[in-house]
Nanobody, 115 residues
Framework: QEQFVESGGGLVQPGGSLRLSCAAS????????MAWYRQAPGKQREMVAG???????NYAVSVKGRFAISRDNAKNMVHLQMNSLKPEDTAVYYC?????????WGQGTQVTVSS
């Protein structure tokens, strides 16, 4: 079954940086908008960054100026560079298309920001 595989999460102090990666087991995603989503305990999943096939990006207000999304269509990979991390960024991060497809959800990667 087609799923995205997220990696790069971990424990980091406030103000630190992490780079997340998303890889697809198949191909054919290059024409779709790709996005990073996150879900904190007890909260709904939310989109934090999106990127079109042409490279146009958009960010949630909460992460704008701190996060940067990029994609490599040839490798079917999407990245999320996260800088100036805050405790409120703590969540499980997922990648998926826009709109999302339920069978594409992977396990996500945990990002924890704390001292």
């Amino acid at each position: 079954q087609e799923q995205f595989v997220e990696s790069g999460g971990g424990l980091v102090q406030p103000g630190g940086s992490l780079r997340l990666s998303c890889a697809a087991s198949g191909s054919g995603h290059s024409l779709y908008i790709m996005a990073w989503y996150r879900q904190a305990p007890g909260k709904q999943r939310e989109m934090v960054a999106g990127i079109t096939s042409g490279g146009t990006t958009n960010y949630a207000v909460s992460v704008k100026g701190r996060f940067a999304i990029s994609r490599d269509n040839a490798k079917n990979m999407v990245h999320l560079q996260m800088n100036s991390l805050k405790p409120e960024d703590t969540a499980v991060y997922y990648c998926n298309t826009v709109p999302h497809l339920n069978y594409y959800w992977g396990q996500g990667t945990q990002v924890t920001v704390s001292s």
